[in-house]
């Protein structure tokens, strides 16, 4: 880290939290504000939770779901396989939205098909409708993990069986989510566990010691504190499906959930417009479509240059994630998505990133553009 950023808070990475939130008023309510309809929607920890509660309710055990190419192979096929579901990757193209004629080519020899609105940022209910239409016994699953904002802006298509989403993804909140049945659900009869005491601690304590970190050499101690707390809370997800947290609800009522869509979309415009000058940067969605709120900016790197830029920008104490390493249990996979796997990286349009922290992004990009081109 260079002298003129070893005293500058981190940007990216977990959620902080402001502890004067819990003292603010109640802004709205998430079920309200989401649309969430009580007879079809159980509210969960994680999506991971939503996911393993889908698989059940459609009766999947020894049967086979169709996946993207392009995904987090360690929460996807670690839960396929400890629910004993075979799967089949279909391919996703460059701009993040499923080939279409291979995957209607695979749907009739699946029982069931999962999609991804990538980064909030594409939609592919269009799709399921279709599909739906052509195999009616087919189980159709939306993953709007990345796109919580989704069940609100966009009414359920009628070909969706189900949508998952993630609370935890978008907002300050230690776990939280939701999945959206087309059958009505019988909550008496979902096998959820209550919610996970010890996870919400442990990210309450990492994100309040996180809240008004700057960094510099003092504060290693501090950092290294919240990042355990952080990892300790993420461990608990790997279990049963699980309830949300009281103390999730409690900070989800007092977020302003329409201000943070406005400066999610902003914050995205602006840091695409700023790569427009970049040879060896390209955003994969140069604008966000109409209703979309995106959770990230997903960025390409020119020339196997990956490695180099998220190192250049940690030195800068800009901490962006990959989105995914590429999983063994893959195989091999179609040119596209192995492009989206080994070259791009996610840059943070978030909510907490101000002015002065998007000048510091584009030009902490500017600069590795200059020194790669």
């Known amino acids: 880290m260079s002298r003129a950023d070893a005293g ?5 990475g977990d959620f902080a939290l402001d502890p004067a939130i819990l003292d603010g008023p109640i802004v709205q309510q998430p079920d309200a504000f989401f649309a969430l309809d009580p007879d079809r929607t159980v509210i969960v920890d994680s999506g991971r939770s939503a996911l393993r509660l889908a698989i059940a309710a459609a009766g999947l055990l020894g049967k086979t779901i169709l996946l993207p ?84 802006v966009r009414p359920v298509r009628p070909g969706v069986d189900f949508m998952m989403a993630s609370f935890r993804k978008t907002f300050p909140v230690p776990d939280g989510g939701f999945l ?63 309830g949300m947290s009281e103390c999730s609800l409690e900070i989800l009522r007092r977020l302003d959930l329409e201000a943070i869509a406005a400066a999610r979309v902003a914050n995205y415009r602006a840091l695409a417009s700023a790569l427009r000058e970049c040879r060896t940067l390209c955003p994969i969605v140069p604008v966000p479509g109409a209703g979309h709120v995106p959770l990230f900016l997903p960025v390409r790197v020119a020339r196997g240059g990956r490695t180099a830029c998220l190192e250049h920008l940690r030195a800068r104490a800009i901490y962006c994630p990959v989105h995914w390493p590429r999983d063994a249990r893959q195989g091999a996979t179609e040119a596209a998505s192995l492009t989206l796997h080994e070259d791009t990286f996610s840059l943070p349009v978030d909510q907490r990133l101000s002015a002065g922290d998007l000048a510091r992004v584009t030009d902490a990009l500017l600069a590795f553009d200059r020194k790669a081109a």
Do not use: N
Not at 8 to 12: D, I, T
């Open 180 to 242: 959206w049945s087309r059958t009505p659900v019988d909550q008496r009869a979902v096998p959820l566990a209550p919610s996970r005491r010890s996870s919400s601690d442990a990210w309450l304590a990492g994100a309040l010691l996180k809240h008004g970190f700057a960094g510099g050499a003092d504060g290693g101690a501090r950092e290294r504190a919240y990042l355990s707390a952080f990892e300790q809370a993420k461990r608990t997800f790997d279990g049963p499906p699980a």
């Open 8 to 12: 500058r808070a981190p940007l990216g």
């Open 69 to 152: 190419d392009y995904l987090c192979g360690g929460i996807f096929f670690d839960v396929l396989e400890s629910m004993r579901v075979r799967w089949r990757l279909f391919p996703v193209q460059d701009d993040l939205l499923p080939r279409a004629g291979a995957l209607e080519a695979l749907a009739g020899d699946a029982d069931a098909v999962l999609t991804i609105d990538y980064f909030g940022l594409v939609s592919t209910a269009p799709l399921l409708d279709r599909l739906k239409q052509r195999y009616p016994a087919l189980v159709t699953i939306l993953d709007a993990v990345q796109d919580t904002y989704q069940a609100r």
